[in-house]
């Protein structure tokens, strides 16, 4: 037995894995990983991983990068955690102090979470809470995008709009308003990002006219809806919602989570917009995908409608227990020097540039509708049919002939449904991105190629065979 099928029996003995339907694991091996180094990860057996994904949009330095490893040695020789009520320590003012600064100007105060579904939840909590305060309790519904997503917590669930993630808990969720998203994918033909993006806030402004009275918050991901496909919108959508936001007197709330620190080209969505949201979510690449936090930045008008006497009961009581833990603070200290010493957004743009010339023929594969772009993430969309841009079933699960190609070659790409993408890690070279799009550009073919066999409800079974 190889020491991979060793932790992978005993893994699967014992362990219910995230976002994994568990009986492919008696077709679909899992991969247990050894060590990582850089953009490379390790299993037992010694084959190496190009880690494409950034393992969940996390890591943007590499994994066991040395500075940050060094700057969590130190740290967990003097405090490993600390009580956040009542209790403060050096890292999580240095952090706070520092998130300040860098963030749009006004965004003065930071509440910390352990995860990006808390902090959409501190979110959503202190934008309600908010307006009870100052005496408008009616401001309690929130306005999202359709196909958007939050988390799965169940308030992220209620502002979300991925069905995979949201019918089976649709009797526990909130009673939101969904309004169509900005999305570019299905623009008419001839027209731009932009013409698409102003057209489309129609909608928005529309259902701010009617409802603003009962809305709290609009909650939005800023430029690239993730979990949804790695769908993709113009920044002049952000600063038109900002605007009605203001007229309509609705808090703004960006989720940055998937998307700040310089994944759009910027550090924050929110720059290319112009624009300062009313709560600012952040987390992911927070600590450089070293340890779990989030920090949910808000303006010192939201932080003073609850700064009272106790017994007036205004205060935030929210809180989690490893809230600012020192450890987490540490490796996001060490990610902004990072950012700061290293020029990582200027050489970034060099990056994007490659990712898109190595791409640039897969707009041409009679199965693809789109190459999509926006700073460090791009996305491969893969149709049945090109000229109506027709999805594939669902069911026949193109993106996974995708992931085990990639496996095999010896990357970790792993599609949302049959958008193929690469989200990696800031320090990969020219030849490694070339590398990912020769790996995807050849698990594209064999995924569109291939007849798929889909199981009906009925138990009948059809075989979609692609013409090409």
Known sequence: MSLNDHWMQRDLAVLWHPCTQMKDHEQLPLVPIKRGEGVWLEDFDGKRYLDAVSSWWVNVFGHANPRINQRIKDQVDQLEHVILAGFSHAPVVELSERLVKMTPAGLDRVFYADNGSSCIEVALKMSFHYWLNVGQPAKKRF???????????????????????????????????????????????GMGWEEHSRAMFAHMEQCLAEHHREVAAVIVEPLIQGAGGMRMYHPIYLRLLREACDRYGVHLIHDEIAVGFGRTGTMFACEQAGIRPDFLCLSKALTGGYLPLAACLTTDTIYQAFYDDYSTLRAFLHSHSYTGNPLACAAALATLDIFEQDGVIEANRQLAARMASATAHLADHPHVAEVRQTGMALAVEMVQDKASKTAYPWQERRGLKVYQHALQRGALLRPLGSVVYFLPPYVITPEQIDFLAEVASEGIDIATRQSVSVALPSGARVDFRDPG
């Open 143 to 189: 306005i999202t995008l359709s196909n958007s997503y939050h988390g799965e917590t169940v308030a992220a669930m209620s502002v979300g709009d991925v069905s995979l993630f949201t019918d089976t808990y649709k009797a526990l969720l909130l009673d939101t308003l969904k309004v169509p998203s900005p999305d570019c994918f299905y623009r008419p033909e």
